[in-house]
């Protein structure tokens, strides 16, 4: 085993797509040039990395096209709208991080993208309670039109629209992690994109995919524990999480206790749809693991965070 420091990067939306509803595929490509040329800067720094991103907009978009279509072709299936989604963004990436890498001197590490399937309990109670935003953003008249027409749950999503959401089950097991686990010391892995395509066991113990997203900040350190990771390192569009975000009093977190993110929780700090989760997902690995580390900062800052000299650490000691 290598003993260098290892780091489960999660990629947030802003990370793989301009904030255009009407991105294309090359646009999206265009802005994962950009993020791969920071990802290149950890490599450099001889972190070893695996990759997890988010697929929110992408899936919405990939179900909406499907939808569109549907006098000519069938519909396709949530979890495979979500396995499509993992094999363009990743390969979006893989692409886009070659040749980051290559610039840096490191074009000889391997990069794949595994299609992974993630566990889920079939009674979890994300089922009847849909948070996961997916898609583009909507007014709130065309929100009301689509509850109307087409019986979707919309909900605001912190001020910036309205979005459909989806169920969003905890991860259990990530089925492929062996596999992530051979390949982690010789390859940069993107693996739970989207959060992994969430499947449920059978009564015939078969695996069957459920119409859910997994948040991919879960996904994140769930993959952390099962590989060892070091560091939890979560990108967003923030250099650190705040108190008050947006207000007058906003106020930046830099090193935060348990007991402190626990406390901010309770006061209703964090947004649901976006910051809450990233929290939570943290909390979860520094308690299990006291002794290692969970970032949240934005992806600028990812090296300057890594090296202690901003973002937001959350402590377990």
């Not at 967003?236 to 007058?248: A, R, S």
Request: include cysteine; charge should be negative; aromatic fraction near 6%.
């Amino acid at each position: 085993m290598s003993d260098l420091t290892k780091v489960v990067i999660a990629l947030g939306g802003n990370a793989l797509q301009s904030k255009d509803s009407d991105a294309t595929a090359e646009s999206q490509l265009e802005t994962v040039k950009k993020t791969c040329k920071h990802i290149a800067e950890i490599v450099r720094q001889k972190y070893e990395i695996a990759i997890v991103h988010g697929n929110g907009p992408q899936v919405g978009r990939i179900l909406l096209t499907s939808e569109t279509a549907a006098e000519i072709t069938p519909v396709m299936p949530f979890d495979v709208c979500g396995a499509m989604s993992q094999g363009y963004i990743g390969y979006h990436i893989q692409q886009s991080l070659k040749k980051a890498n290559a610039e840096i001197g490191r074009a000889d590490i391997p990069i794949v993208t595994l299609v992974t399937q993630v566990l889920v309990d079939k009674d979890d109670p994300g089922f009847s309670n849909p948070t996961k935003p997916i898609g583009k953003y909507y007014t709130k008249g065309e929100a009301d039109e689509l509850v109307k027409t087409k019986g979707y749950t919309m909900k605001e999503d912190a001020g910036r629209g309205w979005r459909r959401v989806v169920a969003s089950p905890k991860p259990i097991e990530i089925l492929e992690i062996d596999t992530v686990r051979r390949l982690w010391d010789s390859t940069i892995v993107i693996v739970c994109g989207g959060g992994g395509i969430p499947v449920i066991r059978t009564d015939h113990n078969e695996v069957q995919g459920v119409p859910a997203v997994i948040d991919k900040d879960f996904a994140a350190e769930k993959l952390a524990e099962e590989t060892d990771a070091n560091i939890l390192l979560i990108l967003t569009e923030v250099e650190k999480v705040c108190l008050n975000f947006g207000k007058p009093d906003q106020k930046e977190l830099t090193n935060v206790s348990i007991a402190e993110a626990e406390e901010y929780i309770a006061q209703g700090h964090f947004a649901p749809g976006s910051m809450l989760p990233k929290v939570e997902a943290c909390l979860t690995f520094v308690k299990k693991y006291p002794d290692r580390k969970a970032i949240i900062t934005s992806l600028d800052k990812a090296v300057e965070a890594l090296n202690g000299e901003t973002g937001t650490v959350f402590l377990g000691q």
